[in-house]
């Protein structure tokens, strides 16, 4: 068996377990129950998975023998569809909510023809093909876009964009169609302007990992070139099958792996822009440094398609660590959740990759919806620990240490250790597949906030005070490494009056703990008016001269990101 795919002792030492977890076995085995310490095959014939996994009391540290877990199912594709092929039609967003058409013109039998000079048979003008395109991945928003356009090189995009500036004609760039907060679909009829045919892999320097790609890429793919040559991308999210690393820039997406790596804003080293007015900017430069003048690719990582298109981009790879470990853990309160991530820090340094978490009621809708199965006892939170180094037995002896303080602390009640490839994709499932299992759940109103980390959990639980029996369920998860929390608070249906109680209530307590009413999906069409939450007024007239300056005539992605001037 490959050294990936073997169980390994908890402290990788000669003999096994400890001395100390050795000794504390028998004194353990009478007050645990027998399962504790026993194999366990998953529910799946021939899905039998081995991983390490343990159980604790508080201040009585211990190591069980291996336990399975049933029912994980691997990730799935954030692309596709959560609800039936009869799901009920989305309503229009110049419908839900109170927007006016700004003036541009309509697309005619004229600009058609034009389009099909400039993008010969990849002028889509039928409804059905049209359709989702339209929509959003939440289903919370539809366009009435007539034509979508599929561009292969930046040329053809500046050809595009120089017709429809000439032309006054918006347009709405589309990656993946991931976004969540209403930035990847037209609000009224602008034309789409898709990236999916803009694929190719430009470059990639073995030596120091730099990549160049063109902007529809999707990243999971880029992921799987850049692995074969032993680096990884150094994002990751739940979306990877379908996002698109143009959008994951444009939006300056977050992600899994942000605590290891960074912003985007560190590890994107150019770019390649179309302007409004069909320029071709290139900053596609791959160097570590270049300190001549302003950093104009900056403008456009977060911009969301409103200052110009972003077509192709160099960024920067890390190694493939050699390494990965993923634990599962079951915490009794958001204090040991805290005090957890702080233990982590101490104690794994620099080998501690990701450190995410999630409430019950997370948990609750995975297995109702999802049927996936804890693979430890019930908690009131968990946490999934990853932790990615270059040498196994180092990072082993530094994860060892740590989960037996966490146990003989009490911080953590339960948990469960994956090492290899397909145990570690399983237990990120049920981190991954929550945003999947909150559709299906019904309406989602969806937060995606910064705040003070003491502070995180907090508002989760004022709003389910507040809220009390309007909403089905309201639940808490995210990044806790990076400040992030994902309010999420499912209904029926969609209700004007729990939107009522929800807004601006949600931004006002973010703004009450200066904290962000974005962290990382982007601003799109949902909170383009709460940006002064987060933003003085100052900061504000400064964007919008910048997109009066690179985007006169407002074409590009409008209704998004700023507050829309009358």
């Known amino acids: 068996m490959s050294r990936r795919g073997r169980q390994r002792s908890p402290r990788c030492r000669p003999g096994g377990l400890s001395a100390r977890a050795r000794a504390m076995v028998p004194r353990l085995a009478s007050r645990w129950p027998v399962w504790l310490f026993q194999w366990r095959a998953a529910c799946t014939p021939g899905a039998f998975v081995q991983q390490r996994t343990w159980a604790g009391a508080s201040r009585t540290p211990s190591w069980g023998r291996l336990r399975g877990v049933a029912s994980i199912s691997p990730l799935v594709r954030r692309g596709s569809s959560s609800t039936s092929s009869q799901a009920p039609e989305v309503v229009l967003t110049c419908e839900r909510y109170p927007v006016r058409r700004l003036p541009f013109s309509t697309v005619s039998e004229e600009d058609l023809a034009a389009f099909e000079r400039i993008v010969p048979r990849r002028v889509i003008t039928d409804p059905e093909e049209l359709a989702a395109s339209n929509v959003d991945w939440l ?229 109702q919806h999802l049927h996936l199965t804890s693979p430890v006892q019930e908690s009131p939170f968990y946490v999934l620990v990853e932790t990615s180094g270059s040498r196994m037995e180092h990072d082993d002896e530094k994860l060892s240490s740590f989960l037996e303080y966490a146990l003989g602390s009490g911080l953590v009640t339960d948990g469960t250790l994956a090492t290899d490839q397909r145990k570690i994709k399983m237990l990120w499932a049920l981190r991954e597949r929550i945003t999947e299992a909150l559709g299906r759940d019904g309406y989602v109103y969806k937060y995606d906030v910064s705040l003070p980390v003491d502070r995180l959990y907090d508002l989760v639980t004022d709003m389910r005070a507040r809220l009390g029996s309007k909403a089905k369920h309201v639940v808490g998860y995210g990044h806790l490494g990076d400040g992030n929390l994902h309010l999420n608070v499912t209904a029926e249906a969609f209700s004007p009056s729990l939107l009522g109680d929800l807004e601006p209530y949600v931004y006002e307590w973010t703004a009450g703990q200066r904290g962000s009413v974005s962290a990382e999906h982007g601003v799109g069409f949902k909170k383009q008016s709460v940006l002064g939450y987060s933003k003085p007024p100052e900061a504000l007239q400064l964007m919008q001269q910048l997109k009066a300056l690179l985007d006169p005539q407002g074409i590009l992605n409008p209704y998004k990101t700023l507050p829309t001037r009358a």
């Open 139 to 367: 289903r919370t928003m539809r366009g009435c876009s007539k034509v979508l356009l599929k561009p292969r090189t930046s040329e053809e995009v500046s050809h595009i964009l120089r017709y429809c500036h000439e032309k006054n004609l918006a347009v709405n760039t589309q990656g993946g169609n991931t976004g969540l907060v209403g930035g990847s679909v037209p609000v009224f009829d602008e034309i789409i302007l898709s990236t999916a045919l803009m694929n190719q892999v430009i470059s990639f320097q073995d030596i120091s990992g730099i990549l160049v790609c063109q902007a529809g890429c999707i990243l999971e793919e880029l992921n799987r070139y850049v692995e074969e040559r032993d680096f990884i991308m150094p994002l990751d999210l739940g979306a990877k099958g379908s996002c698109h690393i143009g959008g994951n820039l444009a939006t300056n997406a977050g992600g899994l792996r942000f605590l290891r790596y960074g912003s985007l804003r560190g590890t994107v080293l150019g770019l390649e822009v179309v302007l409004a007015d069909g320029t071709i900017l290139n900053c596609l430069t791959s160097l570590r440094k270049d300190n001549t003048g302003y950093d104009l690719k900056q403008l456009f990582i977060g911009s969301e398609g409103t200052l110009g298109v972003i077509t192709a981009v160099s960024i920067l790879c890390p190694p493939k660590p050699r390494a990965v470990n993923v634990a599962f853990l079951g915490c009794p309160g958001f204090a040991e959740v805290l005090q957890t991530f702080s233990t982590c820090k101490r104690m794994l340094g620099e080998i501690l990759s990701a450190y995410e978490f999630m409430d019950a009621e997370c948990m609750q809708l995975v297995r």
